[in-house]
């Protein structure tokens, strides 16, 4: 897996203890929160529609500790709608961390 931060780890470790099989679950939840999420910003057309879609992505970062999304989320939250560079970025996130 190219995506590795410690911090979620400890968070996904924290949530499942020592069941492997929730801890698979878990990592599934958060990929598909975070496509999901994705989709929303890249459909946002206004401010306030990609200002939520930012903010959902932050939420979903946070409750799982992932630094590096909230932080991604954070420079959506003070781009325009639908920055190209702000949605790449975000995506290959997305996809490093399925790998």
């Known amino acids: 897996m190219a995506y590795h931060s410690a911090s979620f780890d400890s ?3 924290s949530a499942a203890g020592e069941d492997p099989q929730l801890a698979a ?5 958060f990929k598909d ?3 999901q999420r994705l989709d929303l910003l890249k459909r946002a057309r206004c ?6 879609a930012a903010e959902r992505l932050r ?4 409750s ?3 630094g590096e999304l909230i932080e991604l989320a ?7 709608p639908g920055e190209p560079t702000v949605v790449r970025d975000i995506e290959t996130f ?4 399925g790998e």
């Open 64 to 66: 799982f500790n992932s």
């Open 47 to 52: 401010d306030a529609n990609w200002y939520q």
């Open 74 to 80: 954070e420079n959506a939250l003070q781009a325009a």
């Open 11 to 13: 968070a996904l470790a």
């Open 59 to 62: 939420g979903l970062a946070a």
């Open 94 to 97: 997305s996809q490093e961390f």
């Open 25 to 29: 679950e878990l990592r599934a939840a």
């Open 33 to 35: 929160s975070l496509e």
